[in-house]
């Protein structure tokens, strides 16, 4: 029962990561943001989180362990990409629409609010995979509050880069964080 309850909520949460990575996407390119594109990679990478979940269900703990190790890495690159879209910034240093920015940052937060709820309740139960997908889904709502904020700060005190560019460096920061306690609970999980 709680394992089909859990690959009911991995799959959930897959379908709404997979299908807002899309749209967000796509407004983060239209609109030149680097928070927006570091989220939208982020929702791709829950998106593979969500996917090795429901396929790990069946495996032996030391194989999920393994598995949790690999979504370790999975949360990092997120963060490179985000990496990356902030350094070429810096060659077109121009502020996104913060309108764009906000709203799409309110959807998103929306989404990673529906996938949190949907797997808070199965966080502490599957190992190391099953945590490594609340806390992605858990840092989102978190890094979508900032990019919520950089779009106010955009339209109404600051019109620059640089909220945006913070806002993504931030979730720069959080992705790194995640990885690293995702792999030190599947590396003690291993240990088992």
Same mark, same amino acid.
């Given at each position: 029962m709680l394992k089909n309850s859990l690959?009911?909520?991995?799959?959930?949460?897959?379908?709404l990561n997979f299908g807002f990575f899309f749209f967000e996407f796509a407004v983060a390119r239209a609109i030149g943001?680097?928070?927006?594109?570091?989220? %939208?990679?982020?929702?791709?990478e829950d998106s593979a989180v969500n996917f090795l979940l429901l396929a790990a269900l069946g495996?032996? #703990?030391?194989?999920?362990?393994?598995?949790?190790?690999a979504m370790a890495?999975?949360?990092?690159? #997120? %963060?490179?990409?985000?990496?990356w879209q902030a350094i070429t910034k810096f060659w077109h240093p121009?502020? #996104?629409n913060a309108a764009w920015l906000s709203?799409? !940052?309110?959807?998103?937060?929306?989404?990673?609010?529906?996938?949190?709820?949907?797997?808070?309740?199965?966080?502490?139960?599957?190992?190391?995979?099953?945590?490594a997908a609340?806390?992605?889904?858990?840092?989102?709502?978190?890094?979508?509050?900032?990019?919520?904020?950089? !779009?106010a700060v955009t339209a109404y005190l600051w019109h620059s880069l640089w909220p945006d560019l913070i806002a993504g460096l931030g979730i720069f920061a959080m992705n790194l964080d995640a990885a690293k306690e995702v792999w030190e609970a599947a590396r003690e999980e291993h240990a088992d």
């Open positions: 690959r009911q909520a991995a799959l959930a949460a897959l379908i943001s680097v928070s927006l594109v570091a989220d %939208s990679v982020d929702f791709l495996w032996a #703990p030391k194989a999920r362990a393994k598995a949790g190790m890495t999975f949360i990092i690159v #997120p %963060s490179l990409a985000t990496l121009e502020a #996104p709203l799409t !940052g309110l959807a998103a937060m929306a989404v990673n609010l529906c996938a949190a709820t949907i797997l808070a309740r199965h966080r502490h139960t599957g190992g190391s995979i099953t945590r609340f806390l992605s889904a858990r840092n989102d709502v978190l890094a979508n509050a900032a990019i919520i904020l950089a !779009g």
